[in-house]
């Protein structure tokens, strides 16, 4: 089942963020995972058509993206949770 997804303001043809906080990379066709983590990261660095980047907060981008959805409905993470070699940083559970 596919997952409704809108433009991220700034980098419309280029990234999107779906209803779950997921960020989609447009040109890679395919979501950005980090550790195989869908939903590891909690800052991005979206590169924009001119060669420039931005570091984003991927709760923000779905704030403005979904401004009717509740917190609760964003999956993504609020915190850093992955330190070196992809290891969950202690205290750090994961959603089922």
Not at 6 to 17: C, Q
Not at 28 to 45: K, M, Q, S, T
Not at 64 to 90: D, I, M, N, Q, T
């Amino acid at each position: 089942m596919a997952e409704n997804s809108r433009s991220i303001s700034g980098y419309g043809g280029l990234y999107e963020v779906t209803e779950s906080g997921r960020i989609i990379s447009l040109r890679a066709d395919r979501p950005l995972a980090r550790c195989n983590d869908e939903y590891g990261f909690h800052i991005v660095r979206l590169h924009n058509s001119n060669g420039g980047h931005t570091n984003c907060n991927v709760f923000d981008l779905w704030k403005e993206a979904y401004p009717e959805k509740v917190h609760s409905e964003f999956k993504g993470a609020l915190k850093v949770k992955y330190g070196k070699g992809c290891r969950r940083l202690k205290g750090e559970v994961l959603k089922q």
